[in-house]
């Protein structure tokens, strides 16, 4: 097997504006139009915005393609079924939760019919969005929940229910159309460039997306906020979700595990340095998964002069959990709105 096209942004640059420069570096010497044959696909609004305005700063040029993750169907050319609405999909539970309700046989408050039905809806998108079915689910061992577990199957009858009706949910086209895009692409690739930016693979169809475009010989995938500073060995200890799950780079670890690859494969979109690379350092060693921090002893000292690395970092001692988050979403937003990281 071919290595996979998997590049990398670290922490701390701005990944619009580098995506950008990296692409353009690539388009080098060859006519205008072979952008606008691009297939450029971003993982949220704010993402193309950013990339448009980017690619217009650089001056009159053709576009690329650019896409959302959700509208990547478009990329199948076949005919799909047409998603049920959000509302009617709430609305068909509520009148089958109603009759579950009136059967007696589990015990909610009418007034929540909606707020049960918007549940169900989310459980079906995400079951259909990962290929789950409602009887794998129901197949389940869970002997020692059985009172929870016989009010949670008749919820589930709810859903079979409600699938068993024809009308797919927009993840269940999306998959249905990337599994028909990893089909085709194995026998007859595309030959323009297909590019998938800033998704870290958390959501089961935008995984097998990614794996079909990093097999492209025309394609690539750009990972977001990598460390390239995690050495070989933590990467190694992230194999068990149990103990690495909570760490903000196993996602990067299933994605080299779903293409059969290591961190050694994966490249650097851009040569540009993250804005303080001493930071990063100290942030790396600082987030290494619990088992293994035993190791900010033996590497801490290896460290570059932490206070410039610290410089500008604010301390916030929060009374709670709950100012602590208020804090952090603040901090968050604030630099979403200046564009920064």
């Known amino acids: 097997m071919t290595e996979p096209n998997l590049f990398a942004l670290p922490p701390g640059v ?10 353009l570096s690539r388009m080098v010497g060859q006519p205008p139009e072979a952008l606008a044959r691009v297939s450029l696909i971003v993982n949220t609004q704010r993402m193309r915005r950013r990339v448009t305005e980017c690619l217009q ?17 478009a990329l199948a050319r076949i005919a799909l ?39 169900l809806a989310s459980l079906m998108e995400e079951m259909q969005g990962e290929g789950v079915t409602p009887n ?8 020692n929940h059985s009172a929870h577990w016989a009010r949670t199957q008749a919820f589930l009858g709810i859903v079979s229910e409600a699938l068993r009706d024809g009308a797919p949910d927009a993840e269940a086209v999306l998959r249905h159309a990337v599994t028909r895009l990893t089909e085709d692409w194995a026998t007859t690739p595309p030959a323009d460039p297909v590019i998938l930016a800033g998704s870290t693979a958390s959501r089961g169809t935008t995984a097998l997306l990614m794996q079909a475009i990093a097999r492209l010989p025309t394609g690539a995938v750009v990972l977001p906020g990598y460390d390239f500073d995690t050495p070989d060995r933590v ?6 979700a149990l103990t690495a799950e909570d760490h903000p780079q196993f996602r ?6 779903l293409l059969g690859c290591g961190p050694g494969e994966i490249r650097a979109w851009t040569d540009t340095p993250p804005p303080d ?23 801490g000292p290896e460290l570059p002069d932490l206070l410039p690395a610290t410089g500008g970092l604010t301390l916030v001692e929060a009374p709670g959990e709950r100012a602590e988050a208020i804090a952090i979403a603040l901090i968050l937003r604030e630099a979403a709105g200046g564009r920064q990281k």
């Open 14 to 23: 701005d990944f619009p504006a580098e995506l950008v420069e990296g692409l």
């Open 57 to 73: 700063a650089k001056g009159a040029l053709l576009m690329p393609r650019l896409m959302l993750v959700t509208e990547a169907a």
């Open 81 to 119: 079924p047409r998603p049920i609405s959000p509302l009617r999909r709430r609305l068909e539970l509520s009148v089958l939760l109603d009759g579950l309700l009136a059967t007696g046989s589990t015990q909610f408050p009418r007034t929540a019919l909606y707020d049960l039905a918007d549940s």
């Open 136 to 143: 794998r689910i129901a197949a389940l061992d869970v002997a």
């Open 235 to 240: 990467w190694d200890g992230m194999e068990d």
């Open 252 to 257: 990067f670890r299933r994605v080299m595990d």
């Open 277 to 299: 690379a001493d930071r990063n350092k100290l942030i790396s060693l600082s987030l290494r998964p619990a088992p293994i921090t035993d190791q900010w002893l033996t590497e």
